[in-house]
């Protein structure tokens, strides 16, 4: 007998309660329905705030487990979390982390040696994506909240309209990772 939508969707959250993220693909195949049942489901879900649609997948939302769902504080800097520049860390020695913006997560990922999973926030479009395959903007005229400002995007193209328009330097993650090592004296000058 199938399940029932609510089902399923309980299901899902107990999955990512366990996982942490999971992939459409991983989703169908735990539930035995097609990837377009799982992304109507994640749909439902994400709408009600419960989980957040990745690229491919869904993770927890960085909000504490509180009833009134208020927004966590950043684990780095203690500023609230908002939805716009938000990453997720989940690591063996602390377990799921929010941060408020790249600058922190990425600070967070230094000092944790053993990442699980680490999700940052697309700044256009506020869909998470894997911090490996984002780009970064670093000092741009836009800032967040931490100095400097890291924003992260989905796609470079799009990275470099931005820094076009913003300034600031487009980095991967690896260079980002390293500047954090250096104490982020990272030149922003064009």
Known sequence: MPLTPT???????ELLGARQSLSIRELAAELGVSAMTVHRDLNVLAGGGQLLKTRGGAALPPRATGSEGVPGSCA???????????????SQERGRLAACCPHCGLALLEDNASPGLMLVTDFLYHQMVSANEASYLVGS??????????????????????????????????????????????????
């Not at 780095?76 to 989940?90: K, Q, S």
Request: glycine share 8%; net charge positive; hydrophobic share 40%.
């Open 141 to 190: 005229e836009v800032t967040s909240c931490c100095t400097p400002g890291i924003l992260a995007f989905v796609n470079r193209e799009d990275a470099e309209r931005f820094r076009q328009g913003f300034g600031g330097k487009l980095m991967g993650v690896a260079e980002m990772r390293h500047a954090l090592r250096i104490g982020m004296s990272v030149s922003v000058e064009l």
């Open 7 to 13: 089902v399923r969707q309980r299901h899902i959250i």
């Open 76 to 90: 780095m800097c203690n500023r609230p979390v908002p939805e716009r520049t938000a990453v997720i860390l989940r």
